[in-house]
């Protein structure tokens, strides 16, 4: 079992940039493809990206490319989100996730463990 906590959430403007972290506790981080998932209000749980084990492959969703990168640091238990040019449309209340599986997985069943999420709040 992998544990996790998100950190690094907040008010921004729109344009701005914020830098989500996610400390892992348990098994050991280098085991899991940590994904990072989004859900506004009224809406679904949107996949963000994910980069695998290794730390070497990473996926986003086409509404983040560009924008959003990911990055992990096996090391020290910590999968980060590095979120620039920040919309409106980002606002939402923001997961990591971890996975046992060796492929990148792009939607929520993919993944066995969550964090609590922390808020991410984009003012116009």
């Known amino acids: 079992q992998v544990q996790l906590v998100e950190d690094g959430g907040g008010l921004v403007q729109a344009g701005g940039s914020l830098r989500l972290s996610c400390a892992a506790s348990?098994?050991?981080?280098?085991?899991?493809?940590m994904g990072w998932f989004r859900q506004a209000p009224g809406k679904e749980r949107e996949f963000v990206g994910a980069v695998a084990r290794s730390g070497t492959r990473t996926y986003y969703s086409d509404s983040v490319k560009g924008r959003f990168s990911i990055s992990r640091d096996n090391a020290n238990n910590k999968v980060y989100l590095q979120m620039n040019s920040l919309e409106f449309e980002d606002t939402a209340v923001y997961y990591c996730?971890?996975?046992?599986?060796?492929?990148?997985?792009?939607?929520?069943?993919?993944?066995?463990?969550w964090g609590q999420g922390t808020q991410v709040t984009v003012s116009l």
């Open positions: 348990g098994r050991r981080f280098s085991d899991y493809g």
């Open positions: 996730a971890a996975s046992e599986s060796s492929m990148i997985r792009t939607t929520s069943a993919g993944y066995s463990y």
